[in-house]
């Protein structure tokens, strides 16, 4: 396999053809990144640089040529002692390939490049095509989207972004500079060498010697040919006179939003079921985050009690004890009274837990789910490592009957939490509920 390096900085002419090269193996990178972020683990995935291998058949261009189906064509191979006229061409078998490589029987060979992203890259790549689901304008807040916008002209650029009206008042700008100074010189040397002339012509008619004034003449001459040729080697177009139009994305505040994060750590929360809920929370922040600037992000830890935390608490929380998920649902109740009133924020709730809730407080967190939802923007619900539906869940399916917002979700293993995340924040569910 073979690995590009591009050391180039960031805008070079080159900037171009590396984003078409990204966008013509986009699908290919786009499926590698998916593989990698369900089994990977995803701080490390959300550092540094990551390899992308891409066969370069992915890099062939469509051509045409003949059909040679319906007729006849010869080939001439130099040095040829083994082949007569009308002999065909085996392909090479298995191991019989040039230079001791296997041979591939469709005639394809396993030659790859590889494509290295940036930690940002990556991202891009990992939560393209997601979105916050029904976010809608309130009060103009600190939510900002990104948005391409013109951002004025630079002077490196793409050849197809050259701003020909701007390049040309460069040049021309340049090109008076340049030679002002030079024309109003040469207009002196004319006006001195016509009178020069003038005053040859008057002496020869009163037959007096004019050899000091033909050597004056003759440099003025020299000096008028010089600055002529000063002048006309001042090139039409410069390198320097090119400008190209930029734009870039530009952040731009659009409205408020909160989202809470509320997992089990009760004592039946083992490694496993940690790890997923884990895994689920740190997609849900990284792609916040990455997409929203300023999504203010509310962490919420219980077992028998709920508490609000620090992101630093809630994804090394270790703590155990029995289970009571109606507190998280009061508590959430209570900071959204409290500060975030609904026709103000956008707000949402995501909650992981095992399921294994005290039977009968399924009854109070349906009540008090009831009372909340109408004032939410989407409640995402993940269960965890549960083969069976347990009471909890069948408590949000009841009451995802009668509310849109409620959305109930199993994980099983680790490769089930990104498929599950892109489900629930992918665009098309976003435009398809809004």
Known sequence: MSTIIDRRSAGTRSTANQERLKRRVRARLKETVENMA???SIEDLAKGQHTIPVPTRDLQEHSFRPDMSNTSWERVLPGNKEYQRGDTIQKPQSGQGEGGREGSPDGLGNDEIAVVLSADEFLDVLFDGLALPRLRKTAQGDVQAEQWRRAGFIKDGSPSRMHVGRTMRAARARRLALRAGKHRELQELEEARSQLQAEISSRIARKKDVSREQERLKKLEEQISILAREIKAVPFIDESDLRFAHIDQQPYPI?????????????????TEKDLAKRFFLLLYLFLQR????VQIIFIKHHSIATECTEEAFFGAGEGGGTLVSPAIILTEDIIQQRFPPDRWNVYVAQASDGDNYYADNAVVAEHLHQLLPRLRRFFYLEVNREYETHLFQTYKEVAENHPEMVAAKARVREDIYPLFRA???QEMVSDQA
């Open 38 to 40: 369900r089994s990977g």
């Open 255 to 271: 409205t408020q939003a909160v989202m809470f994060c509320v997992m089990d750590v009760s004592g039946s929360m083992g490694e």
């Open 291 to 294: 997409h929203y600037q300023a």
């Open 424 to 426: 629930l924040f992918s």
